[in-house]
DNA sequence: TACATAAGTTAGAAACTCTTACTTTGACAA
DNA sequence: TTGTCAAAGTAAGAGTTTCTAACTTATGTA
């Protein structure tokens, strides 16, 4: 079963894991070359299987990169999790978090994460997916309203959470299409986030 | 020199004006079929001459597409302008005038709006590009600053530019993503433009 | 042990990008 | 008016790529 990682070269017929290391190498290459530049051909080439092996896995090369999708949104929700958990509840340090992950995650992974959106456009979004990101979203909305001091989520907390999406994603896309550079001055992304979070979350922002 | 729009045939071995239609054909597939569909097959199918002809006018695909930027930048600059004129300088309304121009080329344009992103970090920036996306946000500079009452660019204009465009960004995104359906509730762009431009560039936000 | 099936392979069709070598044509100088 | 050159087409083809079809090999279970 195992393969020669220099050869590519197999002990076996079968691989035994082709399913799972295509995805891998699907991810790496979207990140070394971006989402654009990925060919089924070279994913096959690192995991040392003829270029016809990957459609026994895979309808075709959108339904492979959607799994790289969601393994994606599935790492950046646990950082989520993660970093959320230390900060106490319905402060603006948890919003913070969440936006840190969210611009974190696009810095690290940005191929991935300009897969993750930018594709579900493109494919009639997999009902996984959209479920997916619903949940993140959701997890926002959650935490506004925890800031609000209420359990419940309201029409206002979805739209300010809306806003604090936005933000973020913005910011995400700008930093790692190198924009930011533009701007002659360097930003701190930790003071930008906590700067926001006042101003979208709070009803009075005092001066600066 | 004149082109059956039927069978693509031309009356001259010259096409006449092949480059211009050749860019005219990548914005309208473009826009189609999306970025990433684009070919240039298809281009030369549209304008009627063999699919080695776009090679006599542009180094290779992506410069073709890079020419749909270029415009598509022009046309976004140009909507700007007009749209800020009417409003008073120094005034909100002119703030959130340049936000409700870059929504709604992205929903107007979404395909040349996506190419005109996600296509630069690509590239290593072609210097026209780089200078058209500088240009415009300096444009965004000049406003903030003039809303604080001065003609003179500093430091915190910058920063609150840059937070404008962040979110308008990415709001622009998730609407041609689609993820504004997920929010159940519908999201006025006009009221979200101006309240954000409010809590972005005003020291005292006042109580909603 | 037999055999159905999962998971590989080879071969090849269709499409695409881009190059090379050739052809047509318009423009301009003599 | 005519000769020549460069610009702008074409045809042919090399090299990739995605995906299918038909075939082969291994595995797990009756």
Redesign the pocket.
């Known amino acids: 079963m195992k393969t020669d990682q220099k050869t590519g070269k197999r002990d ?5 894991d ?1 399913r799972t290391q295509l995805i891998e190498a699907a991810r790496v290459l979207v990140e070394e070359k971006g989402p654009e530049q990925f ?4 994913a096959c080439r690192i995991a040392g ?5 990957p ?3 895979f309808k ?3 339904e492979m990169l959607q799994e790289v999708c969601i393994l994606g949104m599935h790492r950046q929700r646990a950082q989520m999790v993660e970093e959320v958990s230390p900060h106490a509840p319905g402060t603006l340090d948890r919003i913070v978090a969440l936006g840190r992950v969210y611009v974190r995650f696009a810095q690290e992974e940005p191929g991935v994460f300009r897969l993750m959106f930018g594709f579900a456009n493109e494919n009639d979004d997999d009902e996984a997916l959209k479920e997916l990101g619903h949940g993140t979203f959701t997890l926002v909305q959650q935490e506004v309203a925890w800031c609000r001091g209420s359990d419940e989520i309201n029409a206002q907390d979805i739209q300010r959470a809306f806003l604090l999406w936005s933000f973020v994603h913005g910011l995400s896309f700008l930093r790692i299409d190198g924009k930011l550079s533009k701007v002659d001055l360097s930003i701190d992304i930790e003071s930008t986030l906590t700067e926001i979070a006042r101003r979208v979350l709070t009803d009075e922002v005092p001066a600066d």
Do not use: D, F
């Open positions: 076996s017929y079968h691989h035994g082709l060919s089924v051909s070279e299987v003829s270029t016809a092996a459609y026994k896995h075709n090369k959108e």
